[in-house]
């Protein structure tokens, strides 16, 4: 069983930086950074393999947001940096099980969910 906590947002000025972090407790196979402005869908930002053999980041995001993991800790982070106020949104962290397919960064494919943590960026 799989539980997902969040941590590390904050409001911002635009040009700032954020690290979040996502704890997780239990086995995970995948994990992913996901973000929702009010009145949207979710939309996918980066997911990593937590066996290390792969990760990636949405085209439009991998000059300015990285994914990483402590494999020891258990723990992923997201490092955004260069922050725009439409960054903006509650970033979620998820999980995905074995066989899902987690690269596509798309929200059915996760299984566990985190209660999210706010990121506003103000100009």
């Known amino acids: 069983q799989v539980h997902l906590v969040e941590s590390g947002g904050a409001s911002v000025q635009a040009g700032g930086s954020l690290r979040l972090s996502c704890a997780a407790s239990?086995?995970?196979?995948?994990m992913a950074w996901f973000r929702q402005a009010p009145g949207t869908e979710r939309e996918g930002v980066a997911g990593i393999d937590t066996a290390g053999v792969s990760s990636h980041v949405r085209g439009s995001l991998k000059d300015r947001f990285t994914i990483s993991q402590d494999k020891a800790k258990n723990t992923i982070y997201l490092q955004m940096n260069n922050l725009k106020p439409e960054d903006s949104g509650m970033y979620y962290c998820?999980?995905?099980?074995?066989?899902?397919?987690?690269?596509?960064?798309?929200?059915?494919?996760?299984?566990?969910w985190g209660q999210g943590t706010q990121v506003t960026v103000s100009s």
């Open positions: 998820a999980a995905a099980g074995w066989g899902r397919r987690w690269f596509l960064l798309s929200a059915e494919q996760f299984d566990t």
């Open positions: 239990g086995v995970t196979y995948s």
